[in-house]
C-alpha cells in the first residue's frame, strides 16, 4: 500500500478481478469479459478506448460511464469516502482510472466541457501519475 505523508486519507486500493483480468491481458474481446464481469471497470474502459479509436464518441462515452459508475461502487465497497488518493500504481486502480479518462475525452468530443473537466480533476486529484501515463 502507498504511504500518504499528508495526513489526508488512505489510497485506496481495489481488489483484483484476476479472471477478468487476465481475459483481457489473453485477449479475450472486451464485450465477452463485461458481459462475464459487469462490474469490472477495466472491461468497459477498453471498449471505451476501442469505441473512441473508432470514432464511435457516443459509444465511448456510454462505455465509459458505466465502468466509471462501477468503479465507483467498487470504491465506497472497498472504504472510499469520495476523496483521497487511487494509485495508478495499483494495477487494479488502472481500470476505474481509465474509464475515467476515457469519460473525460469523449465528454470533451461531444461538448460537454464542464464533465470533461471535472473528470480531468478527479483523475488527476486522484492519481497524477494516472493523468499523466493517460494523457499521452
Not at 39 to 58: C, H, M, N, Q, T
Not at 98 to 107: K, M
Amino acid at each position: 500500500m502507498t504511504q500518504n505523508l499528508l495526513g489526508g486519507p488512505p489510497p485506496t486500493e481495489l481488489p483484483d478481478n484476476t479472471e477478468a483480468r487476465e481475459a483481457l491481458d489473453a485477449g479475450v474481446d472486451p464485450f465477452e469479459v463485461a458481459a462475464r464481469h459487469p462490474d469490472y471497470p477495466g472491461a468497459w474502459a477498453e471498449l471505451a478506448d476501442r469505441a473512441f479509436a473508432k470514432g464511435s464518441v457516443i459509444d465511448s462515452y456510454a462505455f465509459a460511464r458505466t465502468g466509471y459508475h462501477r468503479g465507483l461502487d467498487m470504491l465506497r465497497r472497498a472504504g472510499w469516502k469520495g476523496h483521497g488518493p487511487i494509485p495508478w500504481e495499483h494495477e487494479a486502480n488502472r481500470g476505474f482510472l481509465r474509464a475515467l479518462h476515457a469519460l473525460s475525452r469523449a465528454a470533451a468530443a461531444i461538448g460537454e466541457e464542464d464533465e470533461a473537466e471535472r473528470c480531468r480533476a478527479f483523475l488527476r486529484d486522484s492519481s497524477a501519475t494516472a493523468a499523466d501515463a493517460l494523457a499521452g
